[in-house]
C-alpha cells in the first residue's frame, strides 16, 4: 500500500536557525498536505499542494512539491519558539480519497 | 471550516472494559473519519463513517473492536471495545469541509489511558 516517509524524527535548532523537514511518498501523489500539532493539541491544517513543482509560501514558511508529485519539503526560516511543534505530511495517491500521514518531525527549539 | 468538539479529553480505563468516544461537529458533513494517535506516533486511519451507511474499517482495524455510530450529519461516536493497555492512545476526529480532497478539520482529540 501507499507508504509516506517523512525525516527527520526529531529536530532540535537554537532559536533563529532555520528547518526543513522531507516528505517521500511510495507513489505519486495527487496532492500533498501540510499540518502542525502543538504539543498537547491536535492536527492543525496549513497548506495544501497540488500541482507538480509547486511552491507556496506563509510568511516564514515555505512549502515545495516535486516535480514528480513524489516528494515534499517545508522549510521554515529564522525558527521562533512559537513554530515548536510536531510537523506532519500527507498525502493522497491519484484516484483514492484516503490520506496517508507521515510519521511527523518533531521540532523543539532552545530559545 | 469546521469546528469539532470531542468528549472525553481524557479518560483512565481498566482493561476489559469499553469507553465511548463522541465528536459534534458544528455543521453538516458527509463524512467523519476516526483516527488514533499512539504516544509520540503518526496518525492512522481507524474508519470512515457515512451517515446512513455502515462505516468503512481500514486494514487492522475491525468493527467488533471499535464499532461506529453515526446517527446524522452533525455526530458520530466511535467505542473502543474491550480495551487493553495496547489501546492506551489519542483517538482523533476529523471531517472535511467542501471539496472531497480538501482539508481536515479535527477534534481535540480523546486521550484514554488503560490499565
Known amino acids: 500500500g501507499q507508504q509516506v516517509m517523512q525525516i527527520p524524527q526529531y529536530q532540535h535548532v537554537q532559536e533563529g536557525e532555520d528547518f526543513t523537514t522531507y516528505c517521500n511518498s511510495s507513489t505519486t501523489l495527487s496532492n500533498i498536505q501540510w499540518y502542525k500539532q502543538r504539543p498537547g493539541g491536535h492536527p492543525v491544517f496549513l497548506i495544501q499542494?497540488?500541482?507538480?513543482?509547486e511552491v507556496k509560501k506563509q510568511k516564514r514558511l515555505t512549502f515545495q512539491f516535486g516535480e514528480a508529485k513524489k516528494n515534499s519539503s517545508l522549510h521554515i526560516t529564522a525558527t521562533q519558539t512559537t513554530d515548536v511543534g510536531t510537523y506532519f505530511c500527507a498525502g493522497r495517491q491519484q484516484g483514492a480519497q484516503k490520506l496517508v500521514f507521515g510519521q511527523g518531525t518533531r521540532l523543539t527549539i532552545n530559545p | 471550516s469546521a469546528v469539532i468538539s470531542q468528549k472525553p479529553s481524557r479518560d483512565i480505563c481498566q482493561r476489559g472494559t469499553s469507553l465511548t468516544i463522541q465528536c459534534q461537529v458544528d455543521?453538516?458533513?458527509?463524512?467523519m473519519f476516526w483516527y488514533r494517535q499512539q504516544p509520540g506516533q503518526s496518525l492512522t486511519l481507524i474508519a470512515t463513517?457515512?451517515?446512513?451507511?455502515?462505516?468503512?474499517?481500514e486494514s487492522g482495524f475491525v468493527i467488533d473492536k471499535f464499532p461506529i455510530s453515526r446517527p446524522n450529519l452533525t455526530f458520530s461516536t466511535l467505542t473502543v471495545s474491550n480495551m487493553s493497555p495496547e489501546d492506551s492512545s489519542i483517538y482523533l476526529c476529523s471531517t472535511r469541509v467542501g471539496a472531497d480532497t480538501g482539508e481536515l478539520f479535527f477534534g481535540e482529540g480523546s486521550r484514554l489511558t488503560v490499565l
Open positions: 463513517a457515512n451517515q446512513g451507511s455502515e462505516a468503512t474499517y
Open positions: 499542494l497540488v500541482k507538480s513543482g
Open positions: 455543521s453538516q458533513v458527509t463524512m
